[in-house]
């Protein structure tokens, strides 16, 4: 070591000299999930007088995960450090042998790229994982459709995995504190969909989350050096529809505000009763599932059960570790509880983006666009999000654009386009070395047209949020 002599021993006697001992190896743990490809070092021969061992090459390795491309995910900054964050990095997916920060919720993709924050630990051959984030929100929402509340918000998961085969078995789940919100949700203008009460639809609103969000398990087995075949349950889950819910997309995770497009892109991720089968090709993804078409009833605290009824498909593609492409459809039977026998045609397409722009700066994106066809109306929705994060601060912006026929009370009624712009941040202090304390607000524009401005009273009303969070990663 720099600055300190060693004295060596002294030499053995030749009669006497002990064999020089084989470098000692840490033995993988039985648990461990297939590792990203490292260079292997040279296999060590034992040394006896007067004889010359020939060298022998070992067999290959039977996990086909080492014959991927070399390109292993770079660290992530979220991460603890140490032994479970470089135990994270190597890990491969649950459903296929590709970088575990692909995955997101559901069976959903993201860039490989993609920060992983959560906190990891191992019991006998299983590896834990935990992640989450409690939101305490004042909410202000202006014009005669306004209101202003306070409630909380977010989500706590959690995961249990362990190899199976030549592939891995997860189980996951997630809760939420948005039931204590009450049936009417939170204030939010130009946002609607769902009922929480059973009888009036949700209009300026965000609808709270069920108490379960996710009850699921998955196995898969590789059957390739990059493919794998994989099946996901859960009761609820989330079908293979759209891009990952917006509460895990990186480009917007950190604001506590919930888009208006939620009910054209990811209002799926509470689905209760799912079943898909996929299969993974390289960098490619097809997927399928069956799912209970219906959205969430009022009872937030329950687990509903219901028909697999409805049908949906989902092709992801990752050309790049930076870059995410994902194009789905679904036919859902009977979704909302006010309309009885009308059924919905959707269509989603997105793109996610996450990279490291600079030292100690990560950008993170979205583009998305969904379309709603109910009997003969086709309305669609656009957005943008991004986020930019130095340290403990994290900037972030939404701009969306819908076509909603729900802002007035008469059914199926006029399509009006409708568009809301946020802008926030959010500072986060570490209070222990696996939870931090953030602090943040946000201001948002909204854009109404001519007819609805008597409504809203003008054109232009604004919304804003102030938070504080307590994260665990």
């Known amino acids: 070591m720099p600055g300190m002599t060693m004295h060596a021993p002294a030499k053995p006697s030749p009669a006497k000299r002990p064999r020089k001992p084989a470098p000692a190896t840490k033995p993988a743990p039985a648990h461990a999930v297939p590792a990203l490809p490292t260079d292997k070092a040279e296999p060590v021969r034992p040394e006896m007088p007067g004889m010359t061992m020939p060298t022998v090459q070992p067999p290959p390795a039977a996990n086909p995960v080492h014959d991927m ?9 979220d991460m603890p450090a140490g032994e479970h964050g470089d135990h994270a990095m190597a890990m491969t997916g649950a459903h296929g042998p590709y970088p575990m920060q692909r995955e997101s919720s559901g069976t959903a993709w993201q860039p490989d790229s993609s920060t992983h924050t959560g906190l990891m630990s191992t019991s006998g051959d299983w590896t834990l994982m935990a992640h989450g984030v409690v939101n305490f929100v004042y909410d202000h929402q202006s014009g005669p459709r306004g209101d202003d509340k306070a ?90 529809f759209g891009p990952p819910a917006f509460m895990h997309r990186e480009a917007i995770l950190d604001s506590p505000e919930a888009p ?10 509470i689905s209760f009763g799912v079943a898909t089968a996929g299969i993974v090709l390289g960098p490619a993804k097809l997927e399928v599932s069956r799912f209970n078409g219906r959205e969430p ?48 045609t959707r269509w989603s397409a997105s793109a996610l983006f996450a990279r490291e722009v600079a030292p100690g700066w990560k950008l993170a994106g979205t583009l998305a666009w969904g379309r709603k066809t109910i009997e003969h109306h086709r309305d669609d929705a656009w957005v943008a999000e991004a986020s930019l994060k130095h340290r403990a601060w994290t900037a972030f912006a ?66 804003a949020m102030g938070f504080v969070r307590l994260r665990l990663n």
Not at 168 to 176: D, F, I, K, V, W
């Open 260 to 269: 208006i497009s939620h009910h054209w892109l990811d209002s799926t991720h």
């Open 151 to 240: 409630f909380a918000s977010g989500m706590l998961m959690g995961s249990a995995r362990r190899s199976l085969g030549n592939g891995t078995l997860q189980l996951r789940a997630a809760l939420s504190p948005d039931p204590l919100m009450g049936p009417r949700g939170y204030p939010l203008l130009l946002a609607s969909g769902e009922t929480a009460n059973g009888r009036d639809r949700l209009i300026d609103r965000q609808h709270p989350h069920d108490f379960f969000m996710e009850l699921s398990a998955s196995v898969s087995q590789n059957v390739g050096a990059r493919s794998s075949v994989f099946l996901y349950a859960g009761l609820p889950g989330e079908p293979a």
């Open 398 to 463: 939404r701009g969306e654009i819908t076509e909603n026929r729900e802002l007035t009370d008469v059914d199926h009624g006029p399509a009006y386009r409708v568009g809301k712009v946020s802008l926030g941040a959010v500072r986060d202090f570490r209070l222990t070395d696996h939870l931090a304390l953030g602090a943040g607000g946000l201001v948002a524009l909204n854009f109404v047209p001519d007819t609805l401005a008597p409504l809203y009273g003008g054109h232009n009303p604004v919304g």
């Open 297 to 344: 009833d009022q009872h937030r605290w329950d687990i509903e059960t219901g028909p697999l009824d409805s049908t949906a498909v989902r092709l992801s593609l990752n050309p790049s570790r930076d870059l995410s492409l994902q194009a789905s459809w679904g036919r859902f039977v009977d979704p909302e509880q006010l309309e009885p026998g009308v059924d919905q």
């Open 69 to 77: 491309p070399t390109a292993a995910p770079q660290p992530s900054h």
